[in-house]
């Protein structure tokens, strides 16, 4: 693939570059958080249930997962332009399909689609924005590309909610349309027009189609285990039985595999994968919360889709202005104290939330904007952490492997946080129908009222279990981060990134380039990789 350096791009094409894949990479995360308010809306149109509605974002989350696993190689064959203008075409199809149909499989695959297209995006996005805008910038420019990123996660369940509140939820994917259209005519202005490499290294296809079997497995397994009883279910039992499977025999191929799609093997490492575990709980959390919250807030308290969604904008209040500070605060306090300060604010959120069942949504400010802050604090400090002391050329290596498991993580925390909520609703509705005598005739409500206000109160109860125990897995988490967590600096490589800013500049640069005419084969653990030799013009370059 040609080198572009990249003070020689013209300002004409920084315009189209910034607004058109900007706008891609935002619609991508829109996408998927514009559903997390209003699930009761789209069971209503699909004619299924709440639960199953909530597998419209856990769908979407898994092939968001796969998408990313999928960027290196298809840019490395391809060429990111011809890559952007494909991920953009698969998810305007995924959109109008969404916005179309009343079946609810086919709403899952045209999740599927926006989901892949989403994941491809994330990566090529960071990639092109520091390819072709100059060294002095690329502070601003990771700050643009991790809020247009975020920024939807905060806002989008807001507008969601709005558009199914008034037009319907079907506007959501209708507007999103010619959205993406647009984005798709600025951003193929703005990529230059490049080739793949000569030599591109061979897709693993095999381990593709085993790694999404295993996801697929799992997720049926999430997703309907409380609905078929786990495993009391032998459905359950054979969709647990082929995720471990089909799992075990992706993790097997990677090891022999020559060119992989993930690389496990940094996962020996103490920092990569104490951080990266800690990185999960985090962002499943946030996610799991983000998701449920809403849905308590319409079916129990009787919000519409909009106010339940605004729920969650005191969420952006706190995360973005934070973030954008975070490079400057890592001198200042250290990535470890950084990191155990984030999951002190989860513990602060978390452990001040209180639910009832009359109160407004007013009273939980405060804590949404606690988990805000954490949000803005999880990112920098524990990805600089989990690539400590790994060299610069296994940099891209590494982040794509720590953002597939990272991105997949929130499944489990939506899907679970989900389970345990219904569960708990239902003992506690046991224990709460065992202690309330049966009213007289001239009791304050009828049977009716007495029984819904039971169910509420049922499910209240089971939140705030779940708030103290997210709060206690926060304070373990900041315990773990500040006492067993090793000091970057002692990892750090001397190739290796000093600041979050470089960390991404190392990680846009894809593992595609190990295939380049001029690499030469080593050995890494037992299997063989290419590394280029960079000579004196590219290493200028990059």
Request: proline share 6%; hydrophobic share 50%.
């Amino acid at each position: 693939m040609s080198e572009v350096v990249s003070s020689s791009a013209s300002r004409a094409r920084l315009f189209p570059l910034f607004a058109g894949v900007g706008l891609a990479l935002g619609l991508g995360s829109f996408e998927g958080a514009s559903v997390q308010g209003i699930f009761p809306y789209l069971a209503g149109g699909l004619s299924t249930s709440s639960d199953h509605a909530l597998w419209a974002l856990t769908y979407f989350i898994v092939h968001w997962s796969l998408g990313i696993s999928l960027m290196p190689w298809t840019t490395a064959r391809y060429g990111a332009r011809r890559v952007f203008l494909v991920a953009t075409a698969v998810a305007a199809a995924g959109s109008a399909i969404s916005a179309l149909t009343d079946n609810w499989w086919a709403m899952l695959a045209s999740r599927g689609m926006q989901g892949i297209a989403a994941g491809l995006l994330v990566p090529l996005s960071q990639s092109v924005f520091l390819r072709y805008t100059p060294k002095s910038r690329h502070g601003l420019v990771t700050i643009f590309w991790s809020n247009a990123m975020l920024a939807p996660f905060f806002v989008g369940p807001a507008i969601g909610g709005w558009l199914s509140t008034g037009p319907g939820y079907r506007w959501i994917f209708g507007l999103a349309f010619p959205l993406w259209i647009f984005a798709a005519r600025l951003g193929g202005r703005g990529i230059p027009e490049e080739d793949g490499l000569p030599l591109p290294p061979p897709f693993d296809f095999p381990g593709f189609i085993l790694l999404y079997a295993g996801l697929m497995a799992l997720q049926i397994t999430l997703d309907q285990g409380e609905q078929y009883g786990w495993l009391h279910s032998r459905f359950i039992v054979q969709s647990s039985l082929a995720a471990v499977i089909f799992l075990l025999l992706f993790a097997w191929r990677e090891s022999i595999c020559r060119h992989p799609l993930l690389h496990f093997h940094y996962l020996l490492k103490r920092n990569y994968w104490l951080g990266l575990l800690l990185l999960c709980l985090g962002w499943a959390l946030f996610m799991g919360w983000a998701s449920v919250l809403p849905l308590w807030a319409e079916q129990n308290l009787g919000y519409n889709g909009l106010w339940g969604s605004v729920l969650l904008l005191p969420i952006g209040l706190g995360a973005i202005p934070l973030s954008m500070l975070m490079d400057r605060l890592q001198g200042l306090m250290g990535l470890r104290r950084l990191a155990s300060l984030c999951f002190v604010l989860f513990a602060v959120a978390y452990g001040t939330a209180y639910l009832g069942p009359g109160m407004g949504l007013q009273g939980l400010f405060l804590p949404m904007l606690f988990i805000g802050l954490g949000v803005g604090m999880l990112f920098v400090p524990l990805t600089m952490i989990i690539l400590a002391g790994i060299p610069a050329e296994e940099i891209p290596r590494a982040a794509t492997t720590s953002n597939f498991i990272r991105v997949f993580s929130a499944n489990i925390g939506v899907s679970l946080l989900s389970v345990y909520w219904t569960r708990g609703a239902s003992v506690a509705a046991s224990q709460l129908r065992a202690e309330t005598p049966l009213p007289g005739p001239q009791g304050p409500w009828p049977l009716w009222e007495l029984g819904r206000r039971l169910t509420i109160e049922a499910a209240t109860l089971s939140l705030d279990s779940l708030f103290r125990i997210s709060m206690w897995l926060a304070l373990a988490a900041a315990l773990a981060s500040y006492f067993l967590l090793l000091s970057p600096a002692r990892l750090r490589a001397p190739d290796g990134p000093a600041s979050y800013v470089e960390e991404e500049e190392m990680e846009a640069y894809p593992a595609s380039a190990e295939s380049a005419p001029g690499g030469r084969e080593i050995s890494c653990r037992g299997r063989d990789i290419s590394i280029p030799v960079v000579s004196g013009a590219s290493a200028s370059s990059q």
